[in-house]
Each structure stands twice: as structure tokens, then as C-alpha cells.
């Protein structure tokens, strides 16, 4: 069963940085696009961040500047880099990524993380 490992949210305070990080365990995988999606209470998941597996990026208007997306391959993880960070920011981030297992027959499947908080406070 494909999972969606994060980790590396946490408490900071005003104009500093965070790197959370994404892993999906396991070696028979492939993965397509991956992405963070922040989820403010009572709203919907939006695009913050995507990179596909040639490198390619995209980002959400307010966060280009500051925000940077990578990821490695070989480990599956996808890393989101956030600097000067707001409190506006804080919130739930969730990993999301498009998924093939090759022992297994079909296609790719899209996967959710269980989000890891994000917390900018002084």
C-alpha cells in the first residue's frame, strides 16, 4: 500500500524558515507530479508548490520568492524550502503526488499526505 510520509512542520517565529518534507517508502515506485497544498480551517486544499520528476516547478503567486520546491528522486521526498515566513502562513500543509506502483497493474493513482502543521507565531 502507497503512503505519504511528512514530517518537518513546526513553530517558528515571524521571517524564519521551515523545510517540511514528503517521502513515499518504498522501491517499486514511480512518481509523476508532487505537490504541497495548505488547508486553512473551513477552506479548500490549494496549490502552493508542484514540481514534476524532470524538475519542473510552479508556484502559487504569493509564495514566489520565498518558497522553493525539490526533490530527490532516488529517496522519493519531496522538500518544500520556506523562508520569510508569515503568520498568514500558518496552517496545515499536505504532500499530494501521482503514484505507479510497477508490480502492479494500472496506472498512476494520486495520494495524500496527513499534513503536517505549520505554525508562524512570536
Known amino acids: 500500500q502507497v503512503q505519504l510520509v511528512e514530517s518537518g512542520g513546526g513553530l517558528v517565529q515571524p521571517g524564519g524558515s521551515l523545510i517540511p518534507f514528503c517521502a513515499a517508502p518504498?522501491?517499486?515506485?514511480?512518481?509523476?507530479?508532487m505537490g504541497w497544498y495548505p488547508q486553512a480551517p473551513g477552506k479548500e486544499r490549494e496549490l502552493v508548490a508542484a514540481?514534476?520528476?524532470?524538475?519542473?516547478?510552479n508556484y502559487a503567486d504569493y509564495v514566489k520568492g520565498r518558497f522553493t520546491i525539490a526533490r530527490d528522486n532516488a529517496k522519493n521526498t519531496v522538500y518544500l524550502q520556506m523562508n520569510s515566513l508569515k503568520p498568514e502562513d500558518t496552517t496545515v500543509y499536505y504532500c499530494?503526488?501521482?503514484?505507479?506502483?510497477?508490480?502492479?497493474?494500472?496506472?498512476?493513482?494520486?495520494?495524500w499526505g496527513q499534513g503536517t502543521q505549520v505554525t508562524i507565531s512570536s
Open positions: 499530494n503526488a501521482d503514484i505507479h506502483v510497477r508490480v502492479v497493474g494500472g496506472g498512476y493513482r494520486n495520494y
Open positions: 518504498g522501491s517499486n515506485l514511480s512518481i509523476n507530479r
Open positions: 514540481i514534476t520528476s524532470g524538475g519542473s516547478t
